[in-house]
Nanobody, 125 residues
Framework: QVQLAESGGGWVQAGGSLRLSCAASGRTFTGYSMGWFRQAPGKEREFVAAQSWSGLTTYYADSVKGRFTISRDNAKNTVYLQMNSLKPEDTAVYYC??????????????????WGQGTQVTVSS
């Protein structure tokens, strides 16, 4: 059974930083991209960042570019999201996900098959 365990969420003041982690288990993830999405109350789930298995392909949402950094440790099946210069509008539940097709790095929720339970990030002004 595939499981994605997220950690690192919490409360921070605007301008602060948080680092999210997501450890995947239950099968081999060789070749599969991993990504981060977020969902604020009353809004649809939106793309944040994604990275290919090799790390050569990385995408960011325009709203987080220059502030967030995605990285992964394939030996640990873990993906990270370093979030700097946080803003109140970054407040949301953050979800990690594993891609549905190998060697495809998607930016849409339907391109991901497995999802974590989500971790709350709250940024106060």
């Amino acid at each position: 059974q595939v499981q994605l365990a997220e950690s690192g969420g919490g409360w921070v003041q605007a301008g602060g930083s948080l680092r999210l982690s997501c450890a995947a288990s239950g099968r081999t993830f060789t070749g599969y991209s991993m990504g981060w999405f977020r969902q604020a109350p009353g809004k649809e789930r939106e793309f944040v960042a994604a990275q290919s298995w090799s790390g050569l392909t990385t995408y960011y949402a325009d709203s987080v570019k220059g502030r967030f950094t995605i990285s992964r440790d394939n030996a640990k099946n873990t993906v990270y999201l370093q979030m700097n210069s946080l803003k109140p509008e970054d407040t949301a539940v953050y979800y990690c996900a594993v891609g549905k097709s190998p060697y495809v790095t998607g930016r849409r929720p339907y391109e991901y098959e497995y999802w974590g339970q989500g971790t709350q990030v709250t940024v106060s002004s």
